[in-house]
Nanobody
Framework: QVHVVETGGGLVQAGDSLSLACAASGRTSSSGAMGWFRQAPGKEREFVAAISPSGVNMVADSVKGRFTIARDNAKNTIYLQMSSMEPEDTAVYYC???????????????????WGQGTQVTVSS
């Protein structure tokens, strides 16, 4: 089992920046891919970004240029740096993990094995 815990959500204004962190623990947590999904009210869960232990990563087109993902393998932690935030970014953000080292394993929510509890991010206009 891999456990992931998100921190860093909150309320910001449009145009502000916010960072989220996610720490993983458990069997093979340091060698697996990790990433982020989000779910806005009344919408399905949406892929945001994912990163392999090597640092190779992917960011969704909807946030590309505004969001970046990074990883500290020594701390088993990933980060989501969000800038130029928009009200449409308001959602619960979930950290996810897989034992596979390939970030492509985290592109579809149906196949993601490990989820955090989520952290609320609210962007006011």
């Amino acid at each position: 089992q891999v456990h992931v815990v998100e921190t860093g959500g909150g309320l910001v204004q449009a145009g502000d920046s916010l960072s989220l962190a996610c720490a993983a623990s458990g069997r093979t947590s340091s060698s697996g891919a990790m990433g982020w999904f989000r779910q806005a009210p009344g919408k399905e869960r949406e892929f945001v970004a994912a990163i392999s232990p090597s640092g190779v990563n992917m960011v969704a087109d909807s946030v590309k240029g505004r969001f970046t993902i990074a990883r500290d393998n020594a701390k088993n932690t990933i980060y989501l740096q969000m800038s130029s935030m928009e009200p449409e970014d308001t959602a619960v953000y979930y950290c996810v993990a897989d034992r596979s080292r390939f970030y492509t394993a985290l592109l579809q929510p149906e196949t993601v094995p490990f989820w955090g509890q989520g952290t609320q991010v609210t962007v006011s206009s």
